[in-house]
């Protein structure tokens, strides 16, 4: 940042040059005002970095303290991170100021705007202004009328400034397609129902069936391909095994069953309490068919739960497993030890703290980030580390499973998220983009995007095919810790620090809707199956139901935004470490006893 000036200009030079831009913005008139008050911030951090950098460090804590109370209050943490900065040296090791530097500050302005900002820098020949204006701002001018100040703080709020248009340019492919595996199970399904059902039992009308997403229907020429949905073999998958071919058309059977829910009819929230944790819980996950339940540790202990009856068996020594007939039908049960079966497992491997695990699809495989910063796959049949991944320098913060299985994502301190596969060591696609901490990242139900929450207040989406960015949604005050995608795939909600849901239409890259009524920070999201209903909870202790078809009625244009909360169920003093709504649409939740 200081790279510019040279270390004559007097430190009264920085102070008149701000003075007479605040000046400016605020005599200007109201239609241009909240636009051109968007350069104060970046002006005022680039003008004090550099008396930092020219050793006018008085100086600098001075107008510092002067013109600090002007800016807006969202930067108030990286505007006490830099009053701390006194010395060139402490500049160099900052990486704070190392963003602000190499990043330039997007500034969303209307041409008319623009216009104005540029006869008054070119008639006072401010040169510090200029300069920081020059090297460090990019200006994404449109045309139109100027923005209101409620449309701005909208998207305000990012560490870099907001996403400039051409960022969300990209085609997005965000529907479901249909599996042909699924489909012409259906059909079995169905002509075995026929068979089984004699004439006088037939129903007068039979109704086609569908599942959660209303993907496959027995309707003659109906379209084997959704609207907007990416090829199958898009993002290339091997050939499913068996067992992975299995859980997912006992998956689409259960998805059949799944209850329709609405303001009418809420789901049941079922809780499960984690005790004796003393604070040492960090993360909890919910396999996707809701018996599996694994917990992460301080201890850097993973321990594995069953939800049912069924208990946990690891598979039998090898010297027992010679004696297993392998050509028998029931070969799975007979290679399991039956003689150690417990209800809960450990997986020990990690030498840091576990932050987060997620289950893969048909539940054999289960992967976990730690401070450590590595990433482990784990067998949930032998319950031993098969592959450690190690990649990222720093804590890993969040890892997911794709939902198609085989690929997974990390995403850690390192401002990075990784994309892996379970048969490679190396990552597949480095994301590199990020300003801060990648907090949380999550799949698209299709398999081909994934989102990003991170520390610098901005959502990013990428393509799991290229690793390109191709979304930057802002508008979040603090750094985001939750995020979910609607089972159709069109919206994204994203929720943090700052207690406020918003939702996004991807295909747009609009924001749709804010929800306010957590009165502490968010930590998980999600749809339930039939994307009715918007569960959400965090620090507060409470689990809270939004209306979620209220968003697809505004993504139609149908209606106005309106009062969507549906109901809070504050726990007794247990923060929500994790939601998962079952295949049948009862919602799970669970955290530590505190």
């Known amino acids: 940042s200081g790279a510019g000036q040279s270390s004559d200009t007097e430190p009264a030079k920085y102070e008149e ?187 007068k009308k039979k109704k086609p069936k569908k599942d959660h997403m209303g993907i496959y229907s027995s309707k003659k020429g109906k379209s084997a391909i959704a609207p907007n949905a990416p090829l199958l073999n898009r993002i290339p998958l091997p050939k499913p095994r068996d067992c992975e071919q299995a859980a997912k058309f006992i998956a689409f059977k259960e998805s059949a069953k799944c209850i329709s829910l609405g303001p009418s009819n809420l789901p049941s929230i079922c809780f499960y309490t984690v005790l004796n944790t003393y604070e040492g819980l960090n993360s909890v996950s919910i396999s996707d068919d809701s018996t599996l339940l694994a917990g992460s540790f301080n201890d850097s202990i993973i321990r594995i739960w069953t939800l049912t009856p069924k208990k946990l068996y690891p598979l039998k020594t090898p010297s027992l497993m010679q004696q297993v007939t392998l050509a028998a039908e029931d070969v799975m049960e007979r290679i399991m030890d039956g003689s150690s079966n417990t209800e809960v497992r450990q997986l020990c491997g990690h030498s840091g703290p576990v932050y987060s695990t997620s289950f893969n699809p048909d539940n054999t495989f289960l992967i976990s980030g730690s401070e450590d910063g590595t990433v482990r796959l784990w067998s949930l049949q032998t319950f031993t580390t098969l592959v450690c991944f190690k990649g990222h320098n720093y804590p890993v913060w969040s890892v997911q499973f794709s939902p198609m299985g085989f690929y997974f994502v990390s995403s850690s301190h390192d401002r990075t998220a990784r994309i892996w596969s379970t048969d490679q060591i190396q990552p597949l696609r480095i994301l590199a983009g990020h300003l801060s901490d990648v907090d949380c990242c999550k799949f698209h139900p299709n398999g081909n995007y994934i989102a990003t929450g991170s520390c610098d207040r901005s959502v990013r989406l990428w393509d799991v095919l290229n690793g390109q960015c191709v979304r930057i949604l802002t508008g979040h005050k603090g750094a985001i810790y939750s995020l979910a995608f609607s089972p159709d795939g069109k919206l994204l909600a994203s929720a943090g620090a700052d207690r406020r849901i918003l939702i996004w239409d991807i295909g747009n890259a609009t924001q749709l809707f804010e929800l306010k009524s957590h009165s502490n920070t968010i930590y998980q999201l999600v749809f339930s199956r039939d994307g009715t209903i918007l569960a959400s909870g965090g620090l507060d202790s409470c689990v809270k139901l939004w209306d979620a078809s209220v968003f697809e009625e505004i993504l139609l244009g149908n209606s106005q935004p309106q009062e969507c909360l549906l109901g809070s169920y504050p726990t007794k003093t247990s923060p929500l470490h994790s939601l998962h709504f079952t295949r049948k649409n009862l919602l799970l939740a669970a955290g530590p006893f505190s």
């Not at 997007?106 to 920081?132: A, G």
């Not at 400039?164 to 397609?177: F, Y």
């Open 17 to 203: 040059s701000y003075s007479s831009l605040l000046e400016f913005v605020e005599r200007s008139l109201d239609l241009y005002r909240s636009e051109l008050s968007l350069l104060l911030y970046p002006v005022f951090v680039h003008l004090y970095l550099d008396m930092v950098f020219n050793c006018h460090a008085a100086h600098a804590q001075l107008f510092f303290a002067r013109y600090h109370p002007k800016q807006e209050t969202i930067f108030e943490e990286e505007l006490l991170r830099l009053k701390s900065i006194t010395t060139p040296q402490q500049m160099m090791m900052n990486d704070l100021v190392d963003s602000f530097k190499k990043n330039r500050f997007t500034v969303r302005i209307s041409s008319d705007s623009f216009q104005c900002l540029k006869k008054h820098l070119q008639v006072n020949q401010h040169t510090l202004i200029l300069n920081i204006v020059n090297q460090h701002l990019n200006f994404d001018v449109f045309d139109g009328t100027p923005r209101t100040r409620i449309n701005i703080r909208a998207t305000t709020g990012a560490l870099d400034g907001e996403a400039s248009s051409k960022a969300n340019k990209a085609k997005l492919l965000h529907g479901i397609p249909r599996d042909p595996d699924i489909a012409a199970a259906l059909a079995e399904l169905e002509e075995e129902e026929n068979e089984n059902t004699t004439e006088d039992e037939k129903p």
